[in-house]
């Protein structure tokens, strides 16, 4: 089945670490998108990748950064400076071409804690 | 980026209608209306979307105002699955930006 794959499910994070949340897809699609959300809130988004090698910053990406090397892969590392990590972190992709029309697919999530 | 507004919480009986409001006043023209749905510890799941006419699929219709200022998410009958967080976003064309708001939460009563 096509889909978004995100993993680990649940990862801790000790202080000064850095941490690497993977996501995969198998749709084909050219947009990738993180997005972090803490309980209660809505969805806050971290970075964006419109097609491979290239990637921009959203609205949170102080912290974070990205790389798009594969069409099918978006990982996100959660760096040492970002201080307050502890939050849900959901991948997403879309088709593509940035008309407005193309639906977002999110994968399941990884809950991100700090020890 | 287009703002929308939707109240914190609704709630139905199971079995009945729906209506789930947004404002979106500062939608501008060619901007895309979505409409997705969290369930707890999940991520969201596409409903539907529109830009100008109504629309209808299997779960559910989409009502756009024909100023463009506000949508209605209408649930036909709500199930006990329908119990969710409910999005409401304008997409603007030429940008990536999908940015959610805090969303509804939908509580149906049995």
């Known amino acids: 089945d096509g889909g978004i794959t995100q993993s680990p499910k649940y990862l801790f994070r000790k202080e000064g670490q850095n941490v690497t949340l993977s996501c995969e897809q198998n749709?084909?699609?050219?947009?990738m998108y993180w997005y972090r959300q803490d309980p209660g809130q809505g969805l806050r988004l971290i970075y964006y990748?419109?097609?491979?090698?290239?990637?921009q910053k959203g609205d949170i990406a102080e912290g974070y950064s990205v790389s798009r090397e594969k069409k099918e892969s978006f990982p996100l590392t959660v760096t040492s400076a970002q201080k307050n990590p502890t939050a849900f972190y959901l991948c997403?992709?879309?088709?593509?071409?940035?008309?407005?029309?193309?639906?977002?697919?999110f994968g399941s999530g990884t809950q991100l804690s700090v020890l | 980026d287009a703002k929308t507004t939707q109240p914190n919480s609704m709630e139905s009986n199971e079995e009945e209608p729906v209506h789930l409001p947004c404002n979106h006043s500062?939608?501008?023209?060619?901007?895309?209306i979505h409409w997705y749905r969290q369930l707890p510890s999940q991520g969201p799941e596409y409903v539907i979307h529109?830009?100008?006419s109504n629309v209808n699929n299997r779960m559910a219709s989409l009502a756009i105002a024909e100023d463009r200022k506000s949508s209605t998410l209408i649930l036909h009958r709500a199930t006990l699955r329908d119990a969710a967080v409910y999005y409401c976003?304008?997409?603007?064309?030429?940008?990536?930006?999908?940015?959610f708001g805090t969303g509804t939460r939908l509580k149906v009563l049995a």
């Open positions: 997403a992709s879309s088709i593509g071409a940035g008309t407005g029309f193309e639906k977002l697919f």
């Open positions: 749709l084909n699609h050219d947009a």
């Open positions: 990748s419109q097609i491979v090698n290239d990637f």
């Open positions: 500062t939608i501008s023209g060619t901007d895309y």
């Open positions: 529109g830009l100008t």
């Open positions: 976003i304008g997409v603007q064309v030429g940008t990536y930006k999908y940015i």
